[in-house]
C-alpha cells in the first residue's frame, strides 16, 4: 500500500512567497519612515511599520530609527530604499528636507553592510513610479509630501532625479515651495488644491506626459477634479514598487 502523502495546512500565500524572494521595502521620508516586507509579486507580507523621522534627520539618527522599525518585520533576502533626494549610485547627493550631513553619504552600502542584504537606492519617486506605470510612453509620478517629488519614465524606463520640486514656479516660489506641505498647512487645503491644479497645468504642455499619477502621504487631501491623463494611487505604492526595482 503506498505511503499517505502528508497533507499540509500552508496557505496559497506561504506556497508562493515559498518560492520567491522577499524585499524589504523602506521609505525614507521628511516626515516619517516606513518599511515592510513585500513578496515578489508585490504583496505585502507585513504590516507597514512607521516612525517619526528624527530631527535632527542625521544619516545616524536616521539608520537607527529605521534598525528600531525593521527588526520586528523578520526575514528577507534583498532590500529596496526609496531617499527624499537625489541619489546616484546609491550614494547621496542632496536630501533637502533632511540635511546636508547626507551629501556624499553611500546609503545602499550602509544599508548592505547592516543588514548583509543586497541593496538599492533611489529617489523616492523613482521608486513609488516603479510600482505604478504602465511601461508605455512618457509617464510621470508626482508625490505630494513634505515636499514635491517628481519621476519620469519613458517606455517603463526612469529617467532618474529629475529635480523639479527645487525649480522656480511663480516668482520666488518653487513648485516645492507652492504645493509641498509646508505650505498647504500655511494657506489650507482648499487653496492648496488650487496650487496643485496649477502645478498640473504648468507640467502637462512641458512634459506633455500620457499619463500623470499624484502620491505622497499629501494626495489623499486632493480635491479637484483631474483632467484625464491624472490619477491618485496609493501611499504605499512607494514601498511595493521596491520589488520592480530588480525586474
Ligand atoms: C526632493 C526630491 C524628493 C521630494 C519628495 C524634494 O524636496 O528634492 O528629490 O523626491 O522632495 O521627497
Redesign the pocket.
Known amino acids: 500500500m503506498p505511503a499517505k502523502r502528508k497533507t499540509t495546512t500552508r496557505t496559497k500565500t506561504q506556497a508562493k512567497t515559498r518560492t520567491g524572494l522577499k524585499t524589504l521595502a523602506i521609505d525614507i521620508?521628511?516626515t516619517g519612515l516606513k518599511a515592510l516586507v513585500v513578496d515578489d509579486a508585490g504583496k505585502a507580507l507585513t504590516d507597514r511599520a512607521r516612525i517619526e523621522t528624527p530631527h535632527p534627520a542625521t544619516p545616524k539618527a536616521v539608520l537607527a530609527a529605521l534598525m528600531k522599525i525593521i527588526a520586528p518585520l523578520g526575514v528577507f533576502d534583498r532590500i529596496s530604499c526609496g531617499f527624499?533626494?537625489?541619489v546616484i549610485d546609491g550614494v547621496v547627493n542632496?536630501a533637502?528636507?533632511l540635511g546636508d550631513a547626507w551629501r556624499g553619504f553611500q546609503l545602499q552600502a550602509t544599508l548592505q553592510k547592516s543588514f548583509g542584504k543586497p541593496c538599492m537606492v533611489l529617489?523616492?519617486?523613482g521608486v513609488q513610479g516603479h510600482g505604478v506605470v504602465e511601461g508605455k510612453g512618457v509617464e510621470m509620478v508626482l508625490?505630494l509630501?513634505?515636499?514635491?517629488?517628481?519621476a519620469l519614465f519613458l517606455d517603463g524606463k526612469y529617467v532618474p532625479n529629475l529635480?523639479l520640486?527645487?525649480h522656480p514656479f511663480k516668482g520666488k516660489k518653487t513648485y516645492?515651495d507652492y504645493v509641498g506641505n509646508a505650505e498647504r498647512e500655511k494657506v489650507g487645503n482648499k487653496k492648496w488644491n488650487k496650487h496643485v491644479k496649477k502645478v498640473l497645468e504648468q507640467i502637462q504642455p512641458i512634459f506633455n506626459p500620457r499619463h500623470i499619477y499624484l502620491g505622497g502621504g499629501n494626495a489623499k487631501h486632493l480635491k479637484i477634479d483631474l483632467p484625464k491623463n491624472v490619477t491618485v494611487t496609493e501611499n504605499i505604492q512607494g514601498l511595493l514598487g521596491g520589488v520592480r526595482l530588480w525586474s
Do not use: L, S
Open positions: 521620508g521628511g527624499p533626494g537625489v542632496t533637502p528636507n529617489n523616492d519617486a508625490t509630501g513634505t515636499g514635491m517629488g517628481c529635480e520640486a527645487h516645492e
